[in-house]
């Protein structure tokens, strides 16, 4: 190969590697990033609500416990007044928003379920609820058509 194919070949890799870089960050959009810390910090206190032998020093306290509940509460109202991006326009998009909108105010008050839980020290019930939020976000996604990560 001669010198000017090589650079050709680079710079059309190279091209198209910032190209499908920069795609794959524009598919995750503002609301996307708020679900992944929610769902990030979701997975955080259910390890503090089941701590192991291992992880027993570690675990949070109730105090700090109460804190992140706070923290995700806030975190669910946030993203419930947001609204999902248009995926094209018309009726398709109107539901997609009915059904967001449906799902999201018995979320909010599952996450407020389980910030009374926390704050009464009732762990085990606490630890029921984050099973029912996981199934109400897998059941959220597969009404909304998102695939998980």
């Given at each position: 190969?001669?010198?000017?194919?090589?650079?050709?070949?680079?710079?059309?890799t190279?091209?198209?590697?910032?190209?499908?870089?920069?795609?794959?960050?524009?598919?995750?959009?503002?609301?996307?990033?708020?679900?992944?810390?929610?769902?990030?910090?979701?997975?955080?206190?259910?390890r503090?609500?089941?701590?192991?032998a291992?992880?027993?020093?570690?675990?949070?306290?109730?105090?700090?416990q109460?804190a992140?509940?706070?923290?995700?509460?806030?975190q669910?109202k946030?993203?419930?007044?947001?609204?999902?991006?248009?995926?094209?326009?018309?009726?398709?998009?109107?539901?997609?928003?009915?059904?967001?909108?449906?799902?999201?105010?018995?979320?909010?008050?599952?996450?407020?379920?389980?910030?009374?839980?926390?704050?009464?020290?009732?762990?085990?019930?606490?630890?029921?609820?984050?099973k029912?939020?996981?199934?109400?976000?897998?059941?959220?996604?597969?009404?909304?058509?998102?695939?998980?990560?």
């Amino acid at each position: 190969m001669t010198l000017p194919t090589l650079r050709l070949l680079l710079a059309l890799t190279l091209g198209f590697s910032l190209t499908a870089h920069a795609h794959g960050e524009a598919e995750h959009s503002p609301m996307h990033d708020k679900m992944e810390a929610l769902n990030r910090d979701l997975r955080t206190l259910k390890r503090s609500l089941t701590p192991s032998a291992a992880t027993a020093a570690a675990s949070a306290t109730p105090k700090e416990q109460l804190a992140l509940a706070d923290k995700l509460l806030a975190q669910v109202k946030e993203l419930a007044a947001m609204k999902p991006s248009a995926k094209g326009g018309g009726p398709a998009d109107v539901e997609r928003l009915a059904t967001y909108e449906k799902r999201m105010q018995p979320l909010v008050e599952k996450f407020a379920e389980l910030r009374a839980a926390i704050a009464a020290e009732e762990t085990n019930k606490a630890q029921e609820i984050v099973k029912a939020l996981n199934k109400m976000k897998e059941e959220g996604h597969e009404a909304m058509g998102v695939e998980e990560d």
